[in-house]
């Protein structure tokens, strides 16, 4: 929990221009393509979600100037237990990650037990299949989050553009950038250019907003051109990976080995905030009865929320 962001020493660094927190948003705080549960950054008296998020902006003239500047902004912490797991996040008594709530689809949502996304693909009798089958083989795995390891780190560039502004992005998906920095900057959307830059590599590691937003906003208070790029930690630290997950499956076939039903369970842990969680979830749920021919499946899938960074879409 944030107890006090003092950016007082930082304002006094060589070449510091400004130093921006959660009140110097000018619109809406809240960002996601499909949840809005993902704070621009984290106000005081609210509680950090994963290692990722951003407390303050610091602008300066130079990069270096910036870097050690943000090193001398003093935050006061209480350190809370952090839920490390689907299974710890679904336990009764585990800490809320989400329990303020968040818009999703026009309607507020407040998770219970951290339960993000349930989704269900059932057909036919797979117990009376799979109790009637020849050969019955299960297993449990276990997939951990993987890293996108693209080359080139995220970038954006923010520009004032008369009344509005400007968004220069290696970023994937530009129509959402448009609507989200609209809302970020409480700018009407014909205030908002984004001009896609050459991506590099993505693979699903850059639909989410990552500086974007932060570009924009430092550019349209400042009225000057600003350049956000992560270095690689910080990268590692914020951007979505793919979904670790626990899959339990069970699958049945005739004596001649023609599968006749399959049972599973995955558990998926969403991270700290949504992404892409529920339609990743969904596509597990329907393609994990591969290319074959059988009637009689059933499965269920649940993503839970955790402090662990995000989940997100993977090629």
């Not at 336990?91 to 996304?117: C, T, W």
């Not at 993505?202 to 000057?224: I, P």
């Not at 049945?252 to 369970?265: P, V």
Request: hydrophobic share 35%; aromatic share 8%; with cysteine.
């Amino acid at each position: 929990r944030i107890l006090s962001i003092d950016k007082a020493k930082a304002l006094d660094m060589p070449g510091v221009v400004a130093v921006y927190t959660a009140e110097d948003i000018p619109g809406k705080r809240y960002i996601g393509h499909l949840a809005h549960d993902w704070p621009g950054m984290i106000a005081v008296g609210e509680e950090t979600k994963c290692c990722g998020d951003t407390l303050a902006m610091v602008v300066a003239e130079t990069r270096e100037q910036a870097a050690a500047a943000a090193k001398e902004v003093r935050v006061e912490y209480e350190e809370l237990m952090p839920v490390c797991s689907p299974a710890e996040a679904s336990q009764e008594d585990a800490p809320q990650i989400h329990g303020e709530g968040f818009y999703q689809f026009g309607k507020f949502v407040v998770p219970e037990h951290n339960l993000f996304s349930y989704q269900e693909v059932k057909r036919g009798s797979a117990e009376t299949a799979l109790a009637n089958s020849k050969y019955v083989v299960e297993g449990t795995f276990h997939l951990p989050p993987t890293e996108h390891a693209f080359m080139e780190p995220e970038t954006a560039v923010g520009i004032p553009d008369g009344d509005g502004i400007k968004v220069i992005t290696g970023g994937q998906g530009i129509y959402d950038e448009y609507h989200e920095i609209s809302d970020y900057l409480g700018l009407p959307l014909e205030k908002v250019r984004i001009q896609s830059a050459v991506v590099g590599g993505g693979f699903g590691g850059k639909e989410d907003m990552s500086v974007q937003h932060q570009a924009a906003l430092c550019a349209y208070l400042t009225k000057r051109p600003v350049k956000v790029s992560f270095p690689r930690q910080e990268s590692i630290n914020y951007h979505p990976k793919r979904h670790a997950m626990e899959v339990y499956c069970k699958i049945g076939c005739d004596e001649n080995g023609i599968i006749q039903g399959m049972s599973a369970r995955l558990l998926s842990d969403a991270g700290a905030y949504a992404s892409l969680s529920g339609p990743v979830l969904q596509r597990a749920c329907t393609h994990i009865g591969g290319p074959y021919y059988y009637e009689n499946i059933d499965v269920e899938g649940r993503a839970y929320y955790t402090n662990n960074p995000p989940g997100g879409a993977f090629r």
